[in-house]
């Protein structure tokens, strides 16, 4: 995995709706520096942090007497005790289509403890992404904040890889660094929004991750908010409302506007 501090990236952008009659959730980035980490499940794609864990040939010897070391390992700490002869005895009697349920089972455990342990904050490195403009800031009418790496809070913020299918791994390969991987991995259909991922952890546990101050809510470096960019479309109603929000805190953040070229790109301006 690869942090925007490693790939040199600079800024990184974080597009957001702006709904006149729904404005508090926005309003704490600004005057409570708050910024919220959905759990997996709570973003908008449902194959979201998934992986798949398959069993290889049980038929092969040498395969088999791995697998039935791993499935003892598993259980082994689990009430009632069994001990390993009268496992394996228990082992042998299962069908190979019990393996397969078992190891799916093993998988959707693992994604809902993946899925309570860990919250997730997207951003892009792309600021002029006319679908990202479209997608989540009502189309156009929203606004984008600008945040600075040169610091450990945005600068740790992982590179998502995009793959062609969700992974599939071997259940005797899996580990627990290929379930912290799911959290940056998504399939290529989203490799338009070059996103980015603050992680953190729901206990605070994580070394170097962001502190929760409550559940999914972290608080950020003000000085690290270094621009506003509004929408193309966004009102000056709109854009006189968000600058209310803003305080001495906020007098380094520069504010652009994005301008629509003839061609059907986008242009960042300063205003």
């Given at each position: 995995?690869?942090?925007?501090?490693?790939l040199?990236?600079?800024?990184?952008?974080?597009?957001?709706?702006?709904?006149?009659s729904?404005?508090?959730?926005?309003?704490?980035?600004?005057?409570?520096?708050e910024?919220?980490?959905?759990?997996?499940?709570?973003l908008?794609?449902?194959f979201?942090?998934?992986?798949?864990?398959?069993?290889?040939?049980?038929?092969?010897?040498e395969?088999r007497?791995?697998?039935?070391?791993?499935?003892?390992?598993?259980?082994?700490?689990?009430?009632?005790?069994?001990?390993?002869?009268?496992?394996?005895?228990?082992?042998?009697?299962?069908?190979?289509?019990?393996?397969?349920?078992?190891?799916?089972?093993?998988?959707?455990?693992?994604?809902?403890?993946?899925?309570?342990?860990?919250?997730?904050?997207?951003?892009?490195?792309?600021?002029?992404?006319?679908?990202?403009?479209?997608?989540?800031?009502?189309?156009?009418?929203?606004?984008?904040?600008e945040?600075?790496?040169?610091?450990?809070?945005?600068?740790?913020?992982?590179?998502?890889?995009?793959?062609?299918?969700?992974?599939?791994?071997?259940?005797?390969?899996?580990?627990?660094?290929?379930?912290?991987?799911?959290?940056?991995?998504?399939?290529?259909?989203?490799?338009?929004?070059?996103?980015?991922?603050?992680?953190?952890?729901?206990?605070?546990?994580?070394?170097?991750?962001?502190?929760?101050?409550?559940?999914?809510?972290?608080?950020?470096?003000?000085?690290?908010?270094?621009?506003?960019?509004?929408?193309?479309?966004?009102?000056?109603?709109?854009?006189?409302?968000?600058?209310?929000?803003?305080?001495?805190?906020?007098?380094?953040?520069?504010?652009?506007?994005?301008?629509?070229?003839?061609?059907?790109?986008?242009?960042?301006?300063?205003?």
């Amino acid at each position: 995995m690869k942090s925007a501090r490693d790939l040199g990236v600079k800024k990184l952008y974080k597009y957001r709706a702006f709904e006149p009659s729904r404005t508090e959730f926005i309003k704490s980035i600004f005057e409570k520096n708050e910024l919220y980490y959905p759990f997996p499940s709570g973003l908008n794609d449902p194959f979201e942090c998934q992986f798949q864990l398959k069993v290889g040939d049980l038929s092969d010897l040498e395969y088999r007497s791995k697998h039935r070391v791993w499935a003892y390992e598993v259980q082994k700490h689990l009430s009632p005790v069994v001990g390993p002869v009268d496992y394996f005895k228990y082992y042998d009697s299962l069908s190979n289509e019990t393996h397969l349920k078992l190891t799916k089972d093993i998988r959707d455990k693992t994604f809902e403890t993946v899925d309570q342990k860990w919250g997730i904050f997207s951003l892009s490195s792309d600021p002029q992404n006319v679908l990202m403009w479209a997608h989540y800031a009502n189309n156009h009418r929203g606004f984008c904040l600008e945040f600075d790496t040169s610091n450990d809070y945005f600068g740790r913020a992982w590179k998502v890889n995009y793959v062609n299918r969700i992974n599939s791994i071997d259940i005797l390969d899996f580990s627990e660094e290929d379930a912290f991987n799911s959290l940056v991995t998504k399939t290529k259909e989203w490799s338009y929004e070059s996103e980015f991922r603050v992680i953190s952890h729901a206990q605070n546990q994580g070394v170097g991750l962001p502190a929760l101050v409550r559940e999914n809510v972290s608080e950020f470096p003000v000085s690290r908010l270094s621009g506003i960019i509004f929408g193309a479309r966004m009102s000056q109603a709109d854009i006189t409302e968000v600058l209310g929000w803003l305080d001495e805190r906020h007098s380094h953040v520069k504010l652009k506007k994005i301008g629509l070229n003839d061609d059907g790109t986008l242009r960042v301006t300063e205003i």
